[in-house]
């Protein structure tokens, strides 16, 4: 063999060899380059910030019903977290593992359970934002204690009777406590002096009006700078005092809808909500709901156009600055649904408007270090979406979670990535091994076969 046809002998397999490891390379390593301008295909810098607190390993659980393009897609997410951290990711399907599917109150294919240093957290959708925010909540030093006012009737946490068990708070206390939500019942009939280490206040549809004791707790409560969630039906007894120094006003009648009915619930009471666009957008509480809301017993709220003229149900504080602002947060498009009014006397009218079934009210509270920060009150005229009954239907305990977590510490859990990461190209097995293929049989045999036909006809 001569010199020169060992030189081209060589120089086909050190070519073909290339083909080979490039392909390799191509398929066992994955090394990612965002060559976009606005970084779009990387995580944000909050992300990366949140990922290098991080001084263990982050594990994450995701409960896949043997889906491979969403096994595909979380994979893809997640990887954009371990290029910044260490995380251990495993899938579970959930008909194989039901101990873990009630263990961790699983009620969505697809749900990310990420846990770190002995603590949990949830992620019901594989958005950058409800996956960062879900580290935070692991990172969290600080435990947030939350009370549920009892004493009056209202909603219990208790599980004695069968119709307890279906309008309590017992699931979702269970689902919701962790190292950093702690949650108890407070009589407030029953106490000398408030707790000072109350973080947020739960009243849940009251059946008895607030004797003078507890009414002037609740008074100082709000003195105080503290947040407070107020759950009411249509026949709760109204908090009047409370209504008008917020300056809304309770209606007594029952929200009738058809609503529930595209998603199976035949009762006019059901009020299915299906947050917008705009709304996930511009209300933090809504940014993770992309399927439905059912509530299932409605009072609208009526919000004055103009300032509450009312007293002050206490003095002024130094430490208040301004009075409450309102602010409407749900309101139900009545042109999308036949909306009627039901009163206590069972007369039904035609809603003139579009209903308002959520507010929130704020002011300024000037703190000890004179720092400020929005105290808030947020009404919602239903007590029961978030009740034993009816807390696994649709987003119902995404949402309840959203609103506590919103108001006991609204600058750190209502973490909001601008941008959105683009979904990745999902490539099914049978692409990926043709991809092999091409890489490392098809595309160097072409090459080979082609310099053999050059140098054919150079001769």
């Not at 063999?1 to 080979?20: D, E, H």
């Not at 002995?118 to 879900?134: F, M, N, P, Q, V």
């Not at 004695?160 to 979702?172: A, I, M, T, V």
């Not at 601008?418 to 043709?434: G, Y």
């Amino acid at each position: 063999m001569s010199a020169w046809r060992r030189q081209n002998t060589v120089f086909v397999l050190l070519l073909f060899g290339l083909f080979i490891g490039i392909g390799l390379l191509a398929i066992y390593y994955d090394k990612r380059y965002d060559l976009t301008q606005s970084q779009r295909n990387s995580l944000s810098e909050m992300s990366i910030e949140m990922m290098a607190q991080l001084d263990a390993p982050l594990e994450i659980i995701a409960f896949v019903r043997g889906n491979p393009q969403t096994q595909t897609l979380i994979r893809e997410m997640i990887a954009r977290y371990a290029e910044h951290g260490e995380v251990d990711l495993t899938f579970k399907n959930p008909d194989a593992a039901p101990d873990l599917v009630r263990r961790y109150q699983i009620s969505r294919d697809g749900e990310l359970v990420l846990q770190y240093q002995g603590k949990t957290a949830y992620a019901s959708d594989l958005s950058e934002t409800t996956i960062t925010r879900a580290i935070y909540t692991l990172l969290s030093q600080r435990q947030f204690n939350v009370f549920f006012v009892t004493g009056q009737g209202e909603r219990s946490l208790g599980k004695r009777s069968l119709d307890e068990r279906k309008s309590s708070y017992s699931q979702l206390v269970e689902q919701l406590s962790d190292t950093t939500l702690r949650f108890g019942q407070i009589d407030l009939q029953g106490l000398d002096t408030l707790p000072q280490n109350i973080d947020l206040l739960i009243i849940a549809a009251p059946t008895r009006p607030y004797p003078d004791h507890a009414k002037q707790h609740l008074i100082n409560y709000l003195a105080t700078g503290r947040p407070l969630l107020w759950l009411f039906e249509p026949d709760s007894i109204p908090i009047d005092w409370l209504a008008n120094e917020l300056g809304v006003n309770v209606l007594p009648q029952t929200l009738l809808s058809q609503s529930g009915k595209k998603y199976g619930y035949t009762h006019p009471t059901y009020l299915a909500i299906e947050p917008s666009l705009s709304m996930r957008e511009n209300t933090p509480v809504f940014s993770d709901i992309d399927t439905f809301l059912l509530l299932p017993s409605v009072a609208p709220i009526a919000v004055p156009t103009v300032a509450p003229t009312a007293a002050p149900i206490a003095a002024p504080s130094h430490n208040i600055n301004g009075a409450w602002q309102t602010y409407p947060f749900l309101v139900i498009d009545k042109d999308g649904d036949n909306l009627l009014l039901q009163s206590m006397q069972n007369e039904i009218t035609q809603a003139e408007s579009s209903p308002i079934i959520g507010v929130e009210s704020q002011r300024e509270y000037i703190m000890q270090n004179q720092a400020t920060h929005k105290q808030s009150v947020v009404m919602i005229g239903d007590a029961d979406f978030m009740s034993n009954q009816f807390l696994g239907i649709g987003q119902n305990r995404d949402f309840a979670e959203s609103l506590i977590r919103r108001l006991v510490a609204p600058d750190a859990s209502f973490i909001q990535i601008a941008k959105s990461l683009p979904e990745p190209v999902v490539i099914a097995e049978k692409t990926r091994s043709l991809l092999v293929l091409i890489l490392v049989v098809i595309a160097p045999l072409i090459v080979l076969i082609k310099g053999f036909v050059i140098r054919r006809w150079l001769r």
